[in-house]
Every structure is written in structure tokens, then in C-alpha cells.
């Protein structure tokens, strides 16, 4: 900051004119250099209101070092004339008895700011000979602000401990701050986008009531995987192109006897008022181990362990978890995604009730106008396919499937005949790149996701 | 699903009404095909082949319809419209022909290796039109490449038969022993031959593996020793049928004899339509009618609707499944014709019920069903923590469950056979050999796409690697991990120290060597020499902590140093 004599010598100049006055005026009054007017007049404008500057700029001549030595001492010319000694040179060298120095004179002039007298012509050829030069000056036209005054008041930056111990905060002015410049981001860890969307549906399960499947098994053998949905043998989903299968362990072992004679023969002859599918079943390919195609694997688990209590209670599950395709990727599919299910069993329920639940549980997504399809899965009956009207692509698009679980897949379990189970399902990765705008899920999941955007990604909120 | 491709004009003619394209679209919705899209053949070579090549093109219109997987009764026109003519009050009748004309298909034993079973039936004075013919031909494939499996259940083969004379031979032979001129082709080649000239065939190739190792091919002749065909691979020249054909004869050869029916059903029953006395069918067909009988309540109670007996049946029957109600009123009688295999139980005929009632007309309703919602502890446990350890400063990081051999073993100077992996046999590319057996690739790879950002780095992640263990059914299990690394220009030991020291704080276990936890230096060929501790909580050790060998941070693309945490937090359970 400039001194403060300087700043009240510029105010009471700019107090005693009307309409305002030139800072290279005021630098010639004050007789300092004009660059330390422009410093004072910039630390009275960050005092606020107190004075105005306008910047303008004005064109003037000034004399080169070597127009200022002969401003000084006279032309080359003139000197030489003079440096002629009394006793002189031959009189044949001498053409002229006297001399008058008009570069002198002109340079003068100049130097005295008067170079308007000259004319254009003129000063060009001095420029010519390097002794002129056509300067820019950038000065500021100084009028009085709202709040002028011809005190100073010294600003302070920033509220210290001392002031507010001794209240002298009170007298003091304070800097204004530049409120358009960003803030100092907070040095802090950050949770990853997807995850806290898996937050989120967990929490919306929890308050519906819903209870939290282990499904911390990823892998799983075909038969909890496939033949206890009643899902057949040949199905296409079993097929290498399909599923990830394992080399070791290769298969399965152990599996509830009674249980599994009873799958084999639902698949194979039908019963429980099935047809069945009518083919050779064989264990070897309910042994065969897999990365799990869909937590339905841990649902099938569940419900086989409920029907073996005493009594039937109904229950409402839920999970979301890993699930892993051997499929073609592309840019919205990988081989590994979450998979989000529910699962209501209990006496009596219907496809209404199907259809009531999913209504409550996309309300809490925000999503309140729904439609179904019937579909096709070899496990549930009926199947329904669930749409929502999205206003952005204004079409109803596909958010989750969902159906009751087929009477061949439940009874041999040993559940009561009279209790129906439904349930649904959806990915977590695709509502989460709606939410957040992304295309490519690679962007998304993965170890090639830049970090900034886990930094960035805003808090989840589904239902706005 | 499958998709059929079917000429929007003469499907709204078979019909008998035109629609607009979305009043068909939303028709499509109820009865749960889509339609996928609205295109024509010149639009389709353009698409492929450039506009050149479409200017010879028909631009007819074309619809391209998704049908759900079990509905092989929809793909074809003729079924489409049979199923989309919901208030056709004329059901079709399938009868098989009372004039015992029919011919034999004699099975032969050298069969049962190879494909054991086969049936066969015919069409008897068909008129195909060209339309009538591409059908045909499509519907075979349809078939083919769904409930066929690209023929390795079953595979389908369509003669003149008028060129041929019964009865016919189905036997197995030495490829050696097979000649025969084969469908489009002007000279006899012996079945091995052929197994190599179809070696480079764009279309046959792909069904050669079913039969080629086997030592007998099956194969079909007629009375005169014709080879009507080799299947499930090829059809004999002499036999070929055309758009000119009266009488068709077809044979079904499979391994699965049930979907071997099915098919034979499917094609007589969708063609018989064309030929002179509609619906009538000769052969091995099957055309089993079954009837279920329901009840009302059991419909309304399943679908949560309250209908009378009567407007059930209706709606049944309107969805090509014809239904009376008993005399005594109680029950409804539904016949399930042979066209729908995937009608298998009560809840099937349900289902059909719901969807001609309208799945978008049932009342929404809330069942009662009282529970208490709880949490498993272990993903609570994970939940807790994580927001823990973004708020002590590091970042989460979501990597995948799958990688290669080499990411869990030769990056991390490990040998493969110690670490308990998990390997998948059928991997398309080496990002999915194994699932993963520690957490800390991941991280290192993502610290690797992130190499650009402002230092230091700091990621963790808590989630499920996966481990052999013979005490399973399965013979592995998960086991959930928290792994947490420090990147940056030094090496921060003490920052991946202190975070230990912060979770073992959140966990309430004190330092100390009985009852708390205590780090005790470890050889470990993953971390520098020296500056690798193990972990031990309640006297058992649950991790490791230390600075990564450089070769490990080479390995991984990196050029700082980096400190890493890696414990399994299931113990804290």
C-alpha cells in the first residue's frame, strides 16, 4: 500500500477540483513519479467508494537520450561551432559567422511540453533522427466516489484473535471479499457413487420392512443357481457362452438328498400338478460349479430353509449384491454387475399385491407412473416385466422384472401349498448412471474410473 | 427372445384389420411381445451393404417382433396370427388324419449313441405361395436356433415326397459307409467328405461339432436306399423341397424326444392351415390335448381379480386356450391345444387369465404381510466403516471381483498355487481367470488410471474376495476384506499405520498383545524388505501392512512409493 501522505495529498487535490482531475496532473502537482499516483489511487479504490478512476490513455512526445543531450548541450552542429577555438581555423573553412541551433530550440520545446507548437512535419523528422519518440501514457481520470472523503482509513484483511479480544474490530474497516472466486475444496475422503446408491435401496428396503439376505457366497453350484428355480438343463443361460463356470473347484457337493430327488423329479416327470419338463436330468450338471448368474441362487437358499421350519412365518427379503455374466461387453454391460432383488412370501398373495409393493417401492426411487408386460422365466409365473414413463426420453422404458415364483419351484422345497412367493428384481448400475448422467458404465465401475469423479459425485437422493 | 420378421401388410390382412404402428405396438405390450422395430428389406441392406446395393431391394414394410423364449407357437406368421386374434371365435381343431395312408419311420438301434430319437409327419396337398414358402423355411430356423439349440436337442428335416417312397430308415452308419449328394451341391461326397467341405461353410460349420466325433452318423433313407439326410447336419439333393411342393414330408431327429414332439407339432400344426383340409395331420405327430380343470377362486384368489366363472372362461379362450365352465358351475375346463407346449401347470393357464384380463387392470394392492426388517451384520459392519474411513480421508474405490492369473499372482511376486484361488474354466478373455484373492490389485490398478491426479492418493475398499475352502458345499467361500493404500512421492508407512490404528479404534480393540491387536515385522514378497508387518487382533493375525516392493509398484505401472493395508474384517463380526 502506497504511503498514507500520498493517498490524502491525491484526496484533498481531487476534494479541491470540480469534475475530476488527471492523474499525471496530480503526479506533476505533487511532484512525484506518475507511477506511484497510480498506486494510490488503487489503494483508495480498494478502500470502496471513496474515489472513482476512469483509465485513459493520452499520446505525448518525449525526447530520446540523445534529444535530451541536445536539448542540454546543443546540436552536434552547434557544438562543433563551438568547439572552434578563439584563435580559429583558416578562414576558407569557415562558411558561416554565426549559427542558430533550431534542433536545440525544437527539442526544448518539447521537453518543456510544448510540444504542440511544433508541427507534425517536424516532429516526425526529429523522430526520424531518434531524438523524439511518441510515448502512450495510460492515466486515470480521478473524480469523487459516493462515500469521499479526504481521511484515509487503513482496511484490514481478515479478523484476527486481537481484535476481538480488544474489540477494536469495531473502528476497523475490513476488506471486501471477491465472493465470485471458488473456495479451498475440503481435504477429505470420499465414498464411491454406486455404493452410495447401494446405500440408498438398502435403506429403502429397511423401511419397508425388508430383511438383508447373506448373499456373500459369489460361488454357487447349478443347482441352487438354476435347478431348484426349476430352470432346465438345456436352458440357454446354462451354456458356456452364457455362464462362467469353474475348473476348480469344478463341482459341488453335499446337497439336501430329499430335496434334490424331489427337483429331479419335477424337472424330469413333473408333479405338484406340473407336466414337467420331461427330459433325463442329470446330477452331474446341478454339480457343476459357477460364478452365480443371479442372486435368485441365495433367494432359492432362503426359501428352502424357511419351508424347513415348524411352522411357516412369512418373511420379505431383500440383497444386493454381485452377480456375474459371461456375456459380450459392451458400453452398458459388463460381466459383473449388482443385481437388487426382493422377495415377499406369505399366504395368499397375489399378482395385485405384486404390483401394490412395486408401486411403494419405486415411489420411494421417484418413479410413480408404472405399467407392466407379461414376460417369460422359466421360474416365475406369471412374469411381468416393469416400465416406467421416463419424461426425459418421453417413452416407457424397462426398470426392473419381477413375477411370483412357479409352484414347481416351491412346493419341493416343502413349502404349504397355499403360500405364494413374489419378488423382483433391477440392477443397481443402471439407475445409478440415469441419476448421474453417465453412458459408458466403464465410467462408472471399475478400476478405469477416474477418481475426480468419485471427488465430484453429488450426495444420493433417489426420490428427487 | 427370439425375433420374427414378418411383412406388416400381410400380417394386418391375415388379422382382417390394419392398425397404426403404435396402436399395434401397445397390442404387442399386452400380450407381452414388443415390437422392435419397423424397418423393410431395402432399409436392411442399405444398413449393411450401402444404399447401392438396396436400390434392387423391396421396401415393403417389415415388423420385427421380440417373442418371449417359451413361445414357439409365435414364430411364425401363421402363429402369430392364430395368437393375436384374440376374438377369433373359431379355434382351429388339430386332428390327425382317420386315413390310415400314413407312412413308417423305422428307428434302428445303432441310433441310441448318437441321437436316439426321431418323428416324423406330413403335410399333405399344401399350396405354398413364395410368402407361404419363406415362412416355412423361416420358421425351421426359428426353431433351429431356439427350443432346437442349434440342433443339438433336435434337428428338423423337410422333404418332397413325392420323390421319395416309404417306408423310411432311421440308422446310424461309419461316415466311410455315407454317400450321398447333398442338398445344393452336384456331385456325392461320402459323409467324411463332407464333415471337411463344411468346414469353411458360414452357416453349416457351427453344427459339425455335434455329430463329428462320434463314430456312427445318423442318417435317413428311404425304401430305395435315398438319403433323405445326414442330420443334424445336412439334407440329401434329391428330396429338396420347393415353392412347388404338394407333399411335404418331416422328420424331427433329437436327443431330446419330448422338444422332438414339440417341434413336429409346431410345424404341422402352424402349416396345416395351407393345405387342403386345414388341420389335418398325418404322421408320428403327437397333437396331445390336455385339459386342466380350475377353479374360479383359484384365478381370482391367485391374480387378486373377481370374476365370475363364466367371464374367465372367456377370457381364457379368447387367448387361444378353449375353456367351459362345469355344469355344476364350480370349475372351468380348459383344453390346451398341442401348439402350447409351454402351458405345463395351472399357474400357466392363470397367467394367460391375468394378461387377456389386462396385467394393467388389476388393482394395485398392499398385502399385509407384517415383518421386521434387519440388517445382515456383516454388510452393517461394512456400511459403518466405510463412511469411517472416507471421513478419515481416503476415497472409495469400486473394482472388479474378476482378473487375471497373473494380477493376483506374478504382479504381486506370488505363486499362483498359494493363493487359494477360484478359476473359471471358460474365461473369454484373461481379465476373467480367477476371482480375486486380495483386494490390493484393484487398487493398485485404479491408482495406476489415476496417475495424473493431485498426490497423494489415498483409496480403500471393503468387499468380498474369494477363497478355496473344502469345509463348503461349493468348496470356496467369500471372505470380506478391507484393503486401503497411501500414494504419494514418500512412502507413508505411518499414514497406512494410523489408519490401521484409527479402524482397530472404531472396531474397540485396544493396542496390546493378548486382548488388543499388535503389528510384528513379516516376510512378505509383496512389500519392500524389512518394511512389512503382520497383524495380529486377539492373537490371530488378520492382515498385513508395509511399503510395496518397487518391483510390485513396477509391475502395476506405478512410480511412487506406496504403503498398503489389507485385513479381512469378518473376525470383528
Known amino acids: ?464 | 427372445m427370439p425375433t420374427v420378421s414378418v411383412k406388416r401388410d400381410l400380417l394386418f390382412q391375415a388379422l382382417g384389420r390394419t392398425f397404426t404402428d403404435e396402436e399395434f405396438d401397445e397390442l404387442c405390450f399386452e400380450f407381452g411381445l414388443e415390437l422392435d422395430e419397423i424397418t423393410s428389406e431395402k432399409d436392411i441392406i442399405s444398413r449393411e451393404q450401402g444404399d447401392q446395393k438396396a436400390s434392387e431391394a423391396s421396401d415393403v414394410v417389415l415388423y420385427k417382433i421380440d417373442v418371449p423364449a417359451n413361445r414357439y407357437d409365435l414364430l411364425c406368421l401363421e402363429g402369430l396370427v392364430r395368437g393375436l386374434q384374440q376374438l377369433s371365435i373359431l379355434l382351429p381343431e388339430y386332428i390327425r388324419d382317420p386315413d390310415q395312408n400314413w407312412l413308417s419311420l423305422l428307428l434302428s438301434v445303432q441310433t441310441a449313441s448318437v441321437r436316439p430319437h426321431a418323428v416324423a409327419a406330413v403335410l399333405r396337398n399344401i399350396t405354398f405361395t413364395p410368402e407361404r414358402y419363406d415362412s416355412f423355411i423361416e420358421l425351421q430356423e426359428k426353431l433351429h436356433q431356439n427350443i432346437c439349440r442349434r440342433r443339438t436337442l433336435v434337428a428338423i428335416g423337410t422333404h418332397d415326397l413325392d420323390t421319395i417312397s416309404g417306408p423310411f430308415t432311421y440308422t446310424a452308419k461309419a461316415p466311410d459307409d455315407i454317400r450321398f449328394k447333398p442338398l445344393n451341391q452336384n456331385q456325392e461326397y461320402s459323409a467324411t467328405q463332407l464333415m471337411g467341405f463344411y468346414k469353411t461353410d458360414s452357416h453349416l460349420r457351427h453344427y459339425l461339432h455335434i455329430i463329428e466325433d462320434e463314430p456312427l452318423y445318423p442318417v435317413i433313407y428311404d425304401s430305395n436306399g435315398i438319403v433323405l439326410s445326414m442330420p443334424p447336419i445336412i439334407n440329401g439333393d434329391h428330396s429338396k423341397i420347393s415353392v412347388n411342393t404338394k407333399n411335404v414330408f418331416i422328420e424331427c431327429t433329437a436327443t431330446d424326444l419330448t422338444k422332438a414332439k414339440i417341434v413336429l407339432d409346431m410345424i404341422v400344426t402352424m402349416f396345416s392351415e395351407h393345405c387342403d383340409q386345414p388341420f389335418t395331420l398325418n404322421g408320428v405327430v403327437e397333437l396331445a390335448y390336455r385339459t386342466e380343470t380350475l377353479s374360479a377362486d383359484y384365478i381370482n384368489s391367485k391374480v387378486g381379480i373377481n370374476e365370475t366363472a363364466e367371464s374367465i372362461a372367456q377370457l381364457l379362450t379368447r387367448m387361444c386356450l378353449k375353456s367351459e365352465v362345469t355344469s355344476d358351475g364350480a370349475e372351468i375346463q380348459v383344453e390346451i391345444p398341442p401348439t402350447r407346449s409351454d402351458v405345463i401347470h395351472a399357474c400357466d393357464i392363470m397367467e394367460d387369465a391375468a394378461m387377456a384380463y389386462g396385467f394393467n387392470n388389476i388393482t394395485r394392492t398392499t398385502p399385509r404381510t407384517y415383518t421386521v426388517a434387519n440388517q445382515f451384520p456383516l454388510n452393517k459392519l461394512t456400511e459403518l466403516l466405510r463412511l469411517d474411513l472416507a471421513t478419515a480421508g481416503f476415497t472409495e474405490a469400486l473394482t472388479f471381483a474378476l482378473c487375471s492369473q497373473e494380477d493376483i499372482a506374478d504382479k504381486l511376486q506370488k505363486n499362483l498355487k498359494d493363493t487359494k484361488a477360484v478359476h473359471i474354466s471358460n474365461p473369454k478373455t484373461a481379465e476373467f481367470q480367477v476371482a480375486r484373492t486380495t483386494l490390493l490389485p484393484g487398487l493398485l490398478k485404479t491408482l495406476a488410471a489415476n496417475r495424473k491426479m493431485p498426490l497423494p492418493l489415498k483409496l480403500f475398499e471393503i468387499s468380498d474376495v474369494v477363497l478355496r475352502d473344502e469345509s463348503t458345499d461349493v468348496g470356496a467361500r467369500n471372505s470380506r476384506r478391507l484393503c486401503a493404500v497411501y500414494y504419494n512421492k514418500t512412502p507413508g508407512f505411518e499414514v497406512i499405520h494410523g489408519l490401521l490404528d484409527r479402524v482397530m479404534q472404531l472396531l474397540e480393540v485396544k493396542p496390546g498383545r493378548n486382548h488388543g491387536y499388535y503389528i510384528q515385522a513379516a516376510e512378505d514378497s509383496t512389500y519392500f524388505p524389512g518394511r512389512c508387518a503382520e497383524i495380529f487382533s486377539h492373537g490371530k493375525s488378520i492382515g498385513r501392512l508395509g511399503v510395496l516392493h518397487p518391483d510390485v509398484i513396477n509391475s502395476f505401472e506405478l512410480t511412487m512409493p506406496c504403503s498398503a493395508l489389507d485385513i479381512d474384517i469378518e473376525p470383528f463380526l
Open chain 1, 1 to 464: 500500500m502506497a504511503d498514507t501522505g500520498i493517498l490524502e495529498s491525491l484526496l484533498r487535490l481531487v476534494d479541491k477540483v470540480d469534475g475530476g482531475i488527471d492523474s499525471q496532473v496530480v503526479a506533476s502537482s505533487l511532484g512525484v513519479d506518475h507511477q506511484v499516483v497510480v498506486g494510490a489511487v488503487k489503494s483508495v479504490q480498494a478502500l470502496g467508494e471513496v474515489i472513482e478512476a476512469e483509465q485513459r490513455s493520452s499520446k505525448h512526445w518525449e525526447l530520446t537520450g540523445e534529444g535530451q543531450e541536445i536539448a542540454e548541450q546543443g546540436s552536434h552542429e552547434a557544438r562543433v561551432f563551438k568547439a572552434i577555438p578563439e584563435e580559429g581555423l583558416s578562414q576558407s573553412q569557415l562558411m558561416v559567422e554565426s549559427i542558430e541551433d533550431v534542433v536545440r530550440k525544437k527539442l526544448q520545446q518539447v521537453q518543456m511540453g510544448h510540444s504542440s507548437q511544433l508541427e507534425e512535419k517536424e516532429k516526425n523528422e526529429l523522430k526520424k533522427r531518434k531524438l523524439l519518440t511518441e510515448v502512450t501514457v495510460k492515466s486515470y481520470w480521478i473524480t469523487k466516489g459516493s462515500n469521499f472523503s479526504t481521511i484515509i482509513t487503513k482496511q484490514e484483511t481478515e479478523l484476527t484473535p486481537e481484535m476481538i479480544a480488544s474489540g477494536s474490530w469495531k473502528e476497523k474497516k475490513f476488506k471486501p471479499y471477491n465472493f465470485d472466486a471458488m473456495g479451498v475444496a475440503p481435504d477429505s475422503g470420499h465414498l464411491h457413487p454406486l455404493m452410495k446408491v447401494r446405500t440408498q435401496f438398502r435403506q429403502i428396503f429397511l423401511e419397508m420392512g425388508f430383511t438383508e439376505m447373506p448373499t456373500n457366497n459369489f460361488i454357487e453350484s447349478s443347482f441352487w443357481n438354476f435347478d431348484s428355480l426349476f430352470q432346465p438343463q438345456q436352458h440357454p443361460a446354462r451354456d458356456q457362452h452364457d455362464t462362467f463356470f469353474l475348473s476348480d473347484p469344478a463341482v459341488a457337493h453335499d446337497f439336501p438328498q430329499d430335496y434334490l430327488e424331489r427337483v429331479k423329479k419335477v424337472h424330469s416327470e413333473g408333479g405338484y400338478g406340473s407336466q414337467g419338463y420331461k427330459y433325463d436330468w442329470k446330477i452331474e450338471e446341478a454339480q457343476k460349479n459357477i460364478l452365480r448368474t443371479h442372486t435368485t441362487a441365495v433367494s432359492a437358499r432362503m426359501l428352502y430353509k424357511l419351508a424347513q421350519q415348524e411352522e411357516f412365518t412369512p418373511v420379505k427379503y431383500f440383497s444386493i449384491d454381485r452377480v456375474f455374466r459371461n456375456e459380450t461387453l459392451d458400453a452398458t454391460h459388463l460381466a459383473e454387475f449388482h443385481q437388487i432383488e426382493g422377495v415377499v412370501a406369505d399366504y395368499g398373495l397375489t399378482l395385485g399385491d405384486l404390483m401394490g409393493v412395486l408401486h411403494q417401492f419405486f415411489t420411494k426411487l421417484g418413479i410413480t407412473k408404472l405399467r407392466f408386460k407379461p414376460a417369460y422365466n422359466p421360474y416365475t409365473e406369471p412374469s411381468m416385466e416393469v416400465f416406467s414413463y421416463h419424461k426425459g426420453l418421453n417413452k416407457w422404458v424397462e426398470v426392473g422384472n419381477s413375477g411370483v415364483f412357479r409352484p414347481e419351484m416351491l412346493l419341493p422345497m416343502g413349502l404349504p401349498e397355499g403360500v405364494s412367493v413374489i419378488a423382483w428384481g433391477l440392477s443397481l448400475e443402471r439407475p445409478t448412471m440415469i441419476k448421474y448422467g453417465i453412458n459408458n458404465i466403464r465410467e462408472l465401475v471399475g478400476h478405469k474410473v477416474n477418481l475426480q469423479m468419485v471427488y465430484d459425485s453429488p450426495v444420493c437422493r433417489l426420490d428427487s
